[in-house]
């Protein structure tokens, strides 16, 4: 604790006494997101408003070897964000301005703290458009986002955050400001290190100030909502959807178990025969989309659909959307306990994975409902319980899943990142020697270790695991 007193002194001085907060209800506030992670205080808050506040902040806590935790959003599922080692939690939640938008180039520049949501509304004013779209976006920060590379349900179409990220200003672990990638749309000018702060889960150094690609907002967007008969027939739906040479922004799914849920705890009424759901949405030029539109509901009917809803206009579309909006908390209505995987497969796997998931839950005698984006292959399998005890059964599920996405040829997370939750399984998918790689680059850019410990790397949570 004495460097903790030591560090927040410096770090007082330089920022003043409001940006540092110890006061208890305040510091058990951020000792969670929105993971299973189970809490950690941190020893004080510290909420900057600059890069020069950032790199004050990490000086004195380098020079005192004291844990750093950033935090955005507090949006994330896998921990990310708890600082499971104490130490600060250093917010930039106050670094919240969409600073330019420069609409011949097609870029924005933005502080890490602005909601994905507002940076999409700011943009589109401009008659342009950020394509990623996390399903928290509502209450999610670029910072997170840029932290675990996040993607969202048009990734199928437009790509992830990282296709995205032109550039960004960084604050190492010693307080050492670095201006990392271009403004332009191409330039190869030493090593991709953009490339590499994205999706490294505040592990190596904290984001300040991003440039991100813009492209012209889509002058038209509709929404399909497809019943079909039986989940297993998902694959072969978005594959006749695709051959008509027609790429759907998003290809949204629900399994039996999901349709299930939503129908009871939301309302969501389903079509007599129907055991599956797609939700699927064209965008483009007012031209074109329309037709796309018929020939893919076309298509959908002659793959033997139930029924095909079409929204005819931005209400009805939001009508749709909602049913997939609220499968998160109807989920949580219908259990005591509630865990969410996020896991990719190859696109022409998925039906093997959604039977494989049956599979375990009735092993383990879990409840796994799944959703996700299946243009993609990325799967959000949910874990459900009411009995304290069936935890070790749980793990056990978790850890089947897991096996069965990499014998796949799948990856352990899609959007969400490792953190703390995924750390141990991380050999599963990676081998010792590339795990190895990667902690050597994580100790050149962050000598010290204070850097966000306890995640990504098993070794760093296996601390936090053994006190479970």
Not at 237 to 258: K, N, T, W, Y
Not at 322 to 333: C, G, M, N, Q, W
Request: proline letters at 6%.
């Amino acid at each position: 604790m004495q460097g903790a007193d030591r560090a927040l002194s410096a770090i007082a001085r330089a920022l003043g006494d409001d940006a540092v907060l110890r006061d208890p209800d305040v510091r058990a506030s951020y000792a969670t997101d929105e993971s299973e992670v189970p809490a950690s205080t941190p020893a004080a808050v510290v909420r900057a408003r600059s890069t020069e506040d950032v790199a004050a902040v990490m000086a004195a806590a380098s020079e005192h070897r004291v844990p750093v935790t950033p935090r955005a959003g507090g949006t994330g599922r896998v921990g990310g964000a708890v600082p499971v080692e104490g130490g600060l939690v250093l917010s930039v939640e106050r670094m919240d301005a969409v600073e330019h938008i420069e609409r011949r180039d097609g870029i924005a520049v933005v502080q890490p703290g602005v909601v994905t949501g507002a940076l999409h509304a700011a943009v589109e004013a401009e008659g342009l458009f950020y394509p990623p779209d996390p399903n928290s976006l509502g209450s999610c920060a670029l910072g997170g986002n840029i932290a675990a590379n996040a993607g969202g349900p048009r990734a199928f179409k437009y790509g992830v955050t990282r296709q995205y990220v032109l550039g960004l200003t960084v604050v190492l672990p010693d307080g050492t400001v670095v201006s990392l990638g271009r403004r332009t749309a191409k330039g190869v000018t030493g090593y991709d290190l953009t490339a590499l702060m994205v999706g490294s889960e505040g592990t190596l150094g904290v984001v300040t100030e991003a440039i991100v690609r813009l492209i012209p907002k889509p002058e038209s967007v509709h929404t399909l909502m497809v019943f079909l008969a039986d989940d297993q027939d998902i694959a072969g739906a978005v594959d006749e959807a695709l051959s008509r040479r027609i790429v759907p922004s998003c290809v949204e799914l629900l399994d039996a178990g999901a349709l299930d849920i939503v129908s009871r705890q939301a309302g969501l009424a389903v079509p007599r025969g129907a055991s599956a759901m797609l939700l699927m949405e064209l965008d483009g030029d007012d031209a074109v989309v329309p037709g796309q539109l018929e020939t893919v509901g076309n298509a959908l009917d002659d793959r033997g659909a139930v029924e095909v809803l079409v929204a005819q206009n931005a209400s009805e579309r939001e009508r749709l959307w909602a049913a997939r909006r609220e499968l998160s908390h109807s989920f949580r209505k219908e259990a005591a306990f509630k865990l969410s995987e996020d896991v990719v497969v190859p696109r022409t796997k998925l039906a093997a994975l959604l039977g494989r998931c049956r599979a375990i839950a009735e092993e383990h005698a879990i409840t796994m409902p799944s959703y996700g984006h299946a243009g993609d292959g990325n799967l959000h399998v949910n874990f459900l319980w009411d009995d304290p005890g069936a935890r070790p059964r749980v793990d056990d599920a978790i850890k089947a899943l897991f096996e069965a996405v990499v014998q796949m040829g799948g990856t352990l997370s899609g959007e969400h990142g490792i953190g703390v939750l995924k750390a141990p399984y991380l050999p599963l998918e990676q081998s010792a020697a590339l795990i190895a790689l990667q902690e050597r680059v994580k100790g050149v850019f962050d000598p010290e270790g204070i850097m966000n410990p306890g995640k990504i790397f098993p070794a760093a949570a296996r601390r936090f695991h053994g006190a479970c």
